[in-house]
């Protein structure tokens, strides 16, 4: 935990060895905030507060300024200790960021504006001397905005500096020398650095080509390479022909000259070409290059003095952002690099490693509840698919106890066909008998008038009962076989009633089962 004595301690070494602090505020004194006062330029604004984030490496020194709403305009602005005119002074703007939601579009730099600024006016047309800080919108739209105020027009660095987008906080620095140079840095390490009118051209070219000279008549500007002159083709070059008759290819047998003509070898590459000869290239001794005026002093051009000089006396919060999270802190502006060198160890460099830290382990454990998640919805759709295939299968036993009740019911009506088939042979037969009798009467004749015939009357009657025997035989052995059939046809279909009943149950008791789960 970062102790109050050493920042008391740092304040005091800066109002002796150090520069002067214009600036600085980290945020640990809950009312800190009330100094960032909202533009009433709009009522769209976002609003602000102190937050620790969901992820700190300390209690005291990770609490900033958080932008908490999505999807918002945020316009605030906090007056310096002191108005800042850096003419003959270095000028240093540091302070740190963490993009705590994973930043997709958003921008987290600050604008220094000039003492006249009107708070309750501020907007993103408000004039200011310097913009600096990271801006990320997408994969590409990415670089860190250093933008100086020159008579009147703001200035965007040639170079584009990229920032960091990852979900960790950063130290951003801008230091702008007394001798007119600077340097960028990213968590102490310097990203582009030179002198202020290269980077930023605002000022006319010192230099500049002159507009009278001519390019000399004899100047050789091309080409650059020639022909050897002195090079020579090899009296063994073989430049042609390509291709030349195959000399072991031998005339088919079956080739007739008067039907198929004159037979030619077909031809093959030759072996021995190398191709069109031509000399080696040589550097051409005459070239001179591309001409171009010489350079002369530019008339027009003149230093100034005032380039990046810079009259600030607010710090001014003006960006949008897509997704809230975002977490300014630590913000310094001075004159001295070592005492911002001091301040950025003491309350960001001393608490990386902590922070790096306490990210990893909760990103870990993020991890496992992903894998926890992704492995119940796993467990819940095998679920699932038991719970359809047991749903499957049940409406299977159900279709097969219909066919049971089925096949009982086809085997009870067949029992019932084959005893009406048995009553209707019996009435048949019945009636077959009777009409035979009736037909013996019928053919009676009296005795008396048969006395000639008694040997063939009977031999006749013998013939007839014998045919009555086996006639009634023949029906004993049908009423038996029908009896039999029938008996079998019942018990068939009092087995197949039986296992339909025994279904019935075995699906109530399941579905009682069922229920009571």
């Given amino acids: ?69 999505d999807a918002r305009f945020y316009a605030y602005s906090a007056k310096l200790n002191r108005p800042f005119n850096t003419k003959g002074k270095d000028f240093i703007v540091q302070f740190t960021v963490k993009y705590e939601q994973d930043i997709d579009c958003g921008g987290a730099y600050l604008k220094l504006l000039p003492p006249t600024l009107d708070p309750a006016k501020f907007d993103g047309e408000s004039e200011y001397e310097v913009m600096f800080g990271p801006d990320i919108c997408g994969s590409t739209n990415r670089r860190v905005h ?46 582009e650095e030179g002198k202020v009118e290269e980077f930023w051209k605002v000022l006319p070219d010192k230099q500049v080509a ?25 009296e063994d070059w073989v430049d042609g022909p390509e291709t030349v008759p195959d000399t072991e290819a031998q005339k088919p047998e079956d080739w007739d000259d008067d039907m198929d003509g004159d037979w030619e070898a077909p031809m093959v590459a030759n072996p021995e070409y190398k191709g069109e000869w031509k000399p080696r290239m040589i550097k051409n001794p005459e070239y001179q290059g591309e001409w171009s005026a010489p350079l002369i002093d530019n008339p027009n051009y003149e230093e100034d003095e005032d380039l990046a000089v810079f009259n600030i006396g ?42 790096i830290e306490v990210k990893k382990a909760i990103d870990e454990e993020e991890a496992e509840k992903l894998e926890a998640e992704r492995k119940a919805k796993e467990e819940e759709r095998k679920a699932k698919e038991e719970a359809e295939k047991e749903k499957a299968e049940d409406a299977d036993e159900l279709d097969e106890n219909d066919d049971v009740k089925v096949d009982a019911e086809s085997a009870e009506e067949k029992a019932e066909s084959v005893e009406e088939k048995a009553e209707a042979e019996s009435v048949e037969e019945k009636a077959e ?85």
């Fill in 146 to 191: 250093a933008i100086i105020n020159y008579n009147g027009t703001n200035n965007q660095i040639d170079k584009v500096v990229q920032p960091r987008g990852d979900q960790l906080t950063h130290q951003y620095t801008f230091w702008v020398k007394a001798d007119k140079t600077f340097e960028i840095r990213i968590d102490n390490k310097v990203q």
């Fill in 1 to 69: 935990m970062r102790c109050s004595f050493g920042l008391a301690a740092l304040a005091a070494l800066a109002s002796s060895t150090y520069g002067r602090v214009y600036y600085e505020e980290t945020f640990s004194d809950p009312a800190s905030l009330d100094a960032f006062k909202a533009t009433e330029a709009r009522s769209d604004l976002g609003a602000i507060k102190l937050s620790k984030g969901k992820w700190f490496s300390d209690d005291e020194n990770s609490i900033g300024l958080q932008v908490s709403e």
């Fill in 314 to 355: 607010y710090v001014g919060l003006d960006v949008w952002t897509v997704k809230s999270g975002t977490i300014f802190d630590n913000i310094l502006i001075t004159d001295d690099i070592d005492y911002a060198s001091q301040f950025g160890n003491s309350t960001w460099a001393d608490y990386v490693e902590k922070e």
């Fill in 210 to 234: 002159d507009p009278d000279a001519k390019k000399p008549e004899d100047w050789v500007d091309g080409p650059a390479m020639i022909e050897d002159p002195e090079d020579e083709k090899p």
């Fill in 433 to 517: 008998d009777e009409s035979v009798e009736e037909s013996v009467v019928e053919d009676e004749e009296p005795v008396e008038e048969k006395v000639d015939e008694d040997k063939a009357a009977e031999e006749k009657a013998a013939e007839e009962k014998a045919a009555e025997q086996a006639k009634a035989d023949k029906k004993a052995a049908k009423r038996a076989a029908a009896k039999e059939a029938a008996e079998k046809a019942k018990q068939a279909a009092e087995a197949a009633q039986k296992a339909a009943e025994e279904a019935e149950l075995e699906d109530e008791d399941e579905k009682i089962v069922h229920d009571e789960l």
